[in-house]
């Protein structure tokens, strides 16, 4: 997790440089089964060389009553200046990970650094690589975990106790007032259409992570919260394409673009200040860029080969 961090932050100053060839991910919708299908391309320059690889993520809502992950993923990894295919990786994983590793980045630079009690709104995969990634770049005591489905939070703490660097105290969270009133983090991972906690219930100086919605219905952070925030995005062009937590306040007149006080690349390269206060409420929305998956899917490459993992295939 710290090496993707890092990787992270490289690639979100790389993409604020424009460094970056990354169109929007194209949707592909699938009316028959209520699904959809993403495309995410993307070529990567920066100080660790250049990355090309290109993510498809395809979103089946029936998938869990038959058994199935909501999620398939896979990102094929070509060579930068041939176009030749180096690598085929399971891109489920791939994501929660890096997604995490964003939280992880943006919790390190903008965070106070005596935060020590973290809320997780998701028992899912995304929500345990939030709480690793948070648990890295900070000394979490506490971790308040909170699902809509209470036996998800209770599977969550089971699984996740001790694991890497989590030494914190795990609580699963009765209500979402619970979750966040002793929070200095927050990390929101759901596919919520309305917030999942209420901005009164917020601590001065808070830090929100929203990584779950992706869609402009989707919505996980409240709309006085988003107005109220040092607001933080990825990407600007995607996050005003897709993000829910913005367009909606955006389109109730609360906010307009000009909000975005800066993307996370620009504070990595020092072009934008970070937090301001103690008090200051932030707030990183993330609603995924390919060059995370660039950036990740060349370290997990580099990596495997050095440990000897993996299947060669004749191509």
Known sequence: MAETIAAMKSAYAALSSGKVEVPLRSRLPIPPHEAVSLFMPVFLQDESGEALAVKIV????????????LIHAAVLVLEADTGRPLALLEGSILTAIRTGAASGAATDLLARPDSRVVAIFGAGVQGRTQLEAVCTVRKIETAWIFDSQAERSEGFIHEMAGQ?????DLRAAHSPEQAVADADIICTATTSLIPVFADLHLKPGVHINGVGSYTPEMQEVPSETVRRALLVVDSRPAALSEAGDLIQPIRQGLISETHIHAELGEIVLGERPGRESETQVTFFKSVGVAVQDAAAARLALSNAQEMGLGQVVNW
Do not use: Q, V
């Open 58 to 69: 395809s979103l089946f809502p029936h998938n869990p009553g038959r058994g199935l992950p």
């Open 164 to 168: 890497g660097p989590l030494h914190a």
